[in-house]
């Protein structure tokens, strides 16, 4: 093949390329473009949201619809008068400015999270509390296409619970879970149980060593303070103590190194070894158990 042909080729080349390049990319855009109009674009939905006020600003009060997973209640406190619960905390509200068409609801990246408005609902009278954050952050946000927001976190609180011990330990402490918001008001945000006491769900699970939840419901009260009233929910639970436990635990060791006591009568007054062997055993039971 001698140069001119190979000049032909080039030429041809050159000029079949670049239309071949744009047709792909033209196809490749017409695809991502199709793509992207069967799904919410998150940035279409918050353009001009303003994520620093409210759904219905100025208007109605916004409702918030809990639910409450129980976990677990690791620890009960008498001395500190607390205890400590697991919880998966459920909050849904409706904001209209994140209307998308279709019937589907999508679930979005938890992060995404500081782009909206959510509610600051706090726990009333936890001494501490935490977000768990292994993997990644515990929580999650789920857009709905009417415009429900739904937003769920995973809890581990520590909540002051006062106790009467006049009884101990036939006694039954009466507990309380209070969920309030912190800066709005009545007039703002109003807080509402889902679906009552079916609100709530694993209390009926729970296996405690020291305690077993008797019965538990569910409250909507109002909170007056300098700032105004405020919406609070209560969920309020009885915990019955295990009288088994302690006569396990506590009397039956006790009523055992009393009768070994009395054994020191009947050793002889020269028998000092046998005497100091048993009380070495009796202090170190008693360090035990007390």
Request: glycine share 4%.
């Amino acid at each position: 093949m001698n140069y001119s042909s190979w000049h032909w080729i080039f030429a041809c080349l050159c000029i079949l390329t670049p239309r071949i390049c744009i047709q792909g990319n033209q196809s490749f855009i017409e695809a991502n473009r199709n793509d992207k109009l069967s799904l919410p674009v998150f940035e279409n939905l918050t353009e001009g949201y303003n994520k620093f006020l409210r759904p219905n600003f100025g208007g109605k009060p916004v409702v918030i619809a809990l639910t409450l997973d129980i976990a677990s209640i690791s620890s009960i406190s008498e001395s500190n008068m607390d205890y400590t619960a697991t919880i998966y905390l459920r909050q849904r509200w409706s904001d209209q400015r994140l209307v998308f068409d279709g019937n589907k609801s999508f679930t979005l990246d938890a992060r995404l999270v500081e782009f909206l408005w959510v509610p600051d609902t706090y726990i009333v009278e936890s001494k501490t509390s935490f977000l768990h954050e292994v993997t990644v952050g515990n929580r999650l946000i789920r857009l709905f296409s009417n415009g429900t927001v739904l937003y769920a976190l995973r809890i581990t609180t520590t909540v002051a619970c006062n106790m009467d011990l006049s009884k101990y330990p036939m006694d039954t402490q009466t507990c309380k879970l209070q969920l309030e918001s912190w800066g709005y008001d009545g007039n703002d945000v109003e807080f509402m149980w889902l679906r009552g006491n079916d609100s709530v769900r694993g209390l009926e699970n729970l296996r405690l060593a020291q305690y077993t939840v008797q019965r538990y419901f569910t409250l909507v009260t109002k909170s007056q303070q300098e700032t105004g009233n405020y919406t609070r929910l209560v969920l309020q639970f009885e915990l019955r103590r295990n009288v088994l436990y302690f006569i396990l635990e506590t009397y039956v060791p006790s009523t055992f190194l009393v009768i070994l006591s009395w054994v020191s009568f009947w050793i002889s007054l020269d028998s000092v070894p046998a005497r100091t062997c048993i009380g070495d055993f009796q202090g170190s039971r008693r360090s035990q158990y007390y």
